[in-house]
């Protein structure tokens, strides 16, 4: 095979992987310890206490945002660098992402109104707007959000903003639902994940069953999958009293991360195809 011969097969891999089952029960992991190590900085390191939660919060939540920006600029910086798709690469960027939008996400709902219910829907119609304005700024500038797109710095640029503001919004639906309640009762963390879902496996019988544009359809289950790995990540690590197992966070994040090298291992992850579609 010649130079140009390699370049050309190059040219058409994306840098970010194929949309495969493996790809989203990675994800799925991928959110979940987004959660836990999130609420491990914010509130076990930073020291949310029983007696005073809330005002330990806001300064926890904000300097856990710091802290945890930083690791995601750099693996963005360094993705965006990379010549081609590195798996490892790829979802350590993916964890920095949905780690650094847990923290933002929680101080942005507790300082728009102590995290109540008003404050959530604020918060992830803020998000939301955020989401479908960059997607609609890709699709113009690039003609396409389809992830097999993704092979340039500019493509590249839009795919991770999307991905950080989806991540963000997923944290504060997935908190919105749990505190909500339907006939007076409410949610909770496994009514949350049941929901959220229930969401996905819609998402993915009209996937399989109609001819709706696959990019939409791809970012919709991304999104849903944030607050799917949201609320199952608060029922793992969050108290016996609001519902949870009351897990050691630190070990619970140790545990999902293992988890995702299990599965890396298990699904070996190839980039995604320029003609491939999805």
């Known amino acids: 095979m010649t130079s140009n011969e390699r370049s050309a097969i190059t040219d058409a891999l994306s840098k970010v992987p194929a949309v495969t089952l493996g790809f989203w029960i990675i994800k799925i992991f991928a959110t979940t310890l987004g959660e836990t190590a999130g609420d491990s900085v914010t509130m076990t390191w930073l020291g949310e206490t029983t007696a005073n939660p809330m005002g330990a919060a806001h300064i926890g939540y904000l300097i856990g945002t710091g802290i945890l920006i930083v690791p995601l600029i750099l693996l ?5 660098r990379a010549r081609a798709f590195h798996p ?9 992402s949905t780690t650094a939008g847990t923290t933002l996400a929680d101080f942005c709902t507790r300082f728009l109104g102590e995290g109540t219910n008003a404050s959530y829907a604020l918060g992830s119609a803020i998000l939301l707007a ?5 997607l609609a700024t890709w699709r113009a500038v690039m003609g396409t959000v389809a992830v ?3 092979r340039e710095p500019k493509a ?10 989806s991540q963000t919004l997923g944290t504060a639906l997935g908190d919105w639902t749990a505190d909500s309640s339907i006939m007076g009762h409410q949610i909770g963390f496994t009514g949350g994940a049941l ?6 496996a819609v998402v993915a019988l009209v996937h399989f069953r109609t001819a709706l544009s696959r990019a939409a359809l791809f970012w919709a289950a991304f999104i849903l999958t944030r607050p799917l790995g949201a609320t199952v990540g608060d029922f793992l690590d969050k108290p016996h009293a609001k519902g949870g197992l009351d897990f050691s966070r630190p070990i619970a994040s140790l545990a999902l991360l293992v988890a995702i090298g299990l599965c890396l291992w298990w699904f070996p992850q190839r980039p995604a195809e320029a003609d491939a579609g999805h």
Request: charged fraction near 5%; charge should be negative; proline fraction near 0%.
């Open 76 to 80: 963005v910086a360094a993705q965006i």
């Open 88 to 96: 490892l690469l790829y979802w350590a960027t993916i964890i920095a």
């Open 130 to 134: 955020c989401v479908l304005a960059t």
């Open 148 to 150: 097999e797109s993704v």
């Open 156 to 165: 590249e640029m839009f795919y991770w903003t999307t991905i950080t503001f």
């Open 195 to 200: 929901i959220f879902g229930a969401a996905l």
